[in-house]
């Protein structure tokens, strides 16, 4: 295993961590409340959702293609 596919499962790791706090932010109260009231999440849920997918991907990218 080289370092390339060690980044990319600790990214894979690290974005699915990152979108899961994402959506349990999303599904609070508070955070529900906002939405219905502003239309759209607060802006540290979406960074988290941005961030976990960003992460998950570039993960992905590293573990399927060959260095």
């Known amino acids: ?4 596919q060690i ?3 600790l990214l894979l790791v690290a974005g699915a961590a ?3 706090f994402g959506y349990q932010a999303s599904q609070s109260v508070g955070e ?6 502003a239309g759209r999440f607060t802006d540290s849920t979406t960074w988290y959702l941005v ?3 960003a992460a998950a991907i ?3 990218v590293l573990l399927v293609i060959r260095f």
């Open 58 to 60: 570039g993960g992905l």
């Open 51 to 53: 961030a976990g997918a």
């Open 1 to 4: 295993m080289n370092t390339h």
């Open 32 to 37: 529900q409340v906002f939405e219905t009231f």
């Open 18 to 20: 990152l979108l899961y």
């Open 7 to 9: 980044i990319g499962i």
